[in-house]
């Protein structure tokens, strides 16, 4: 079964920090991009950040730029994102993403954690 569980969500204070973690199972790790995405009520899912199966590259959304860093660890199937200095607007629920292109095929395999909840007030 492939599958996702993002945990360390929770409550933190706006200038707080939090890392939040995403154990990927059922799949080969290293072979997927990575990603982390937010959506709050009325808005659509937007992208906050990604990074490449081998962690060569990583892409940021302007708005947590400098604020956020993605990270990998292939040995424990594990993606992190440390947030730092946060805000009230980056309340959102934080989902996990795994992504795969095929060339033999021509699909595109994306799988979605569950989420966990972040909310950044005083």
């Known amino acids: 079964q492939v599958q996702l569980v993002e945990s360390g969500g929770g409550l933190v204070q706006p200038g707080g920090s939090l890392r939040l973690s995403c154990l990927a199972s059922?799949?080969?790790?290293?072979?997927?991009?990575m990603g982390w995405y937010r959506q709050v009520p009325g808005k659509q899912r937007e992208l906050v950040a990604n990074i490449t199966g081998g962690g060569e590259s990583t892409n940021y959304a302007n708005s947590v730029k400098g604020r956020f860093t993605i990270s990998r660890d292939n040995a424990k199937d594990t993606v992190y994102l440390q947030m730092n200095s946060l805000k009230a607007e980056d309340t959102a629920e934080y989902y996990c993403n795994a992504h795969r292109y095929s060339d033999y095929d021509g699909t595109y395999l994306e799988i979605w954690g569950q989420g966990t909840l972040v909310t950044v007030s005083s």
């Open positions: 059922g799949l080969s790790f290293r072979a997927y991009g």
